[in-house]
């Protein structure tokens, strides 16, 4: 998307499942102005199928090998167009369908990095935020 916000990239391998859930939650958003890029890692999982089958388009779908993780969080950055990246993995989602504009409401043009605290389910239904300590000097 020319001009996007926000570029979310996000990366997967064999976990389709994983996949939809945060698809599902970067469609839900309200916010016009993102791209989503996702970084499959060659799945064999039919994870394309899996896309197709909610009618979602993505900007950009890479399905190829890596070597892991951060090699595939690369790639999406050298195809990221939008001010800012966030990375959200196959598995995580967004709070809300808001969630990004109250983000952008924050946003000021001298800030280089936003990071805040993460929500965490447990397997055991335990909920409870996680709170990020803050960053060391950028």
Request: charged share 30%; proline share 1%; hydrophobic share 35%.
């Amino acid at each position: 998307m020319k001009g996007a916000i926000f570029s979310i990239i996000t990366v997967v391998k064999n976990d389709c499942v994983a996949l939809t859930e945060t698809i599902k939650s970067i469609s839900e958003q309200k916010c016009e102005s993102l791209e989503h890029i996702i970084v499959d890692g060659s799945s064999d999982d039919e994870c394309l199928k899996g896309i197709k089958a909610l009618s979602y388009q993505a900007e950009h779908y890479v399905h190829e090998e890596d070597s892991g993780v951060y090699d595939a969080m690369n790639k999406g950055l050298l195809l990221a167009k939008g001010k800012w990246v966030y990375f959200l993995n196959a598995g995580d989602t967004l709070c809300d369908e808001h969630s990004l504009n109250e983000v952008m409401k924050e946003i000021k043009e001298e800030l280089d990095f936003i990071y805040c605290d993460v929500y965490r389910e447990s397997d055991s239904s335990v909920k409870k935020i996680w709170i990020q300590r803050a960053p060391y000097e950028y």
